[in-house]
C-alpha cells in the first residue's frame, strides 16, 4: 500500500496512518511525503514544534521508516519542490521559502542564538513547564 501525506512533521499522524494500514490487512506499507523532510523551525509565524521534534531530525530514512513503522519512505526533493512552485512564469516568485527543509532564512539575519530561544520557547517540555 502506498500512502501519501503532504509532510511529516513529528510522525505521530504518520505513524499511526501506517498502523491503520496494516491492521486494515496492509502487507507493505511505502509511504511518501510530498514535502521534503522538515529538520529546521520556521520563524516567520507558523508554530512548529522543537527541531529536537522533529521526525527527520538526526535520523537517516531508514531510522524514519523504523519510528513511523513503514516498509519504505520517499521525500520530495528540495529542487523538485522549488522548480514545482516556481516555474509559473515570469511573474512566479523570485525567493521561495525552503527554510524549515534547508535552514536558509529568505531575510537573512536569523542566529544560532535566535533559534536556540525558539527551541527553547516552543518545545513541549517548555509548555509543560508554562502552563505549570
Do not use: W
Not at 521508516?65 to 513503514?70: H, Q, V
Amino acid at each position: 500500500m502506498l500512502i501519501v501525506d503532504d509532510s511529516i512533521v513529528r510522525g505521530n499522524t504518520s505513524k499511526r496512518i501506517v498502523q491503520m494500514a496494516r491492521d486494515a490487512g496492509a502487507k507493505r506499507v511505502l509511504f511518501a511525503s510530498s514535502a521534503p523532510p522538515i529538520i529546521h523551525p520556521n520563524v516567520y509565524g507558523i508554530d512548529m514544534p522543537a527541531r529536537s521534534e522533529y521526525v527527520a531530525y538526526g535520523r537517516d530514512i531508514n531510522e524514519i521508516c523504523e519510528e513511523i513503522g513503514s516498509d519504505q519512505l520517499f521525500y520530495q526533493e528540495i529542487p523538485d519542490l522549488i522548480e514545482s512552485c516556481t516555474s509559473t512564469g515570469p511573474n512566479g516568485p523570485v525567493n521561495f521559502d525552503c527554510s524549515c527543509f534547508d535552514g536558509i532564512y529568505v531575510t537573512g539575519g536569523i542566529s544560532q542564538q535566535y533559534l536556540q530561544k525558539i527551541e527553547d520557547t516552543r518545545s513541549d517540555n517548555a509548555k509543560v513547564t508554562d502552563s505549570i
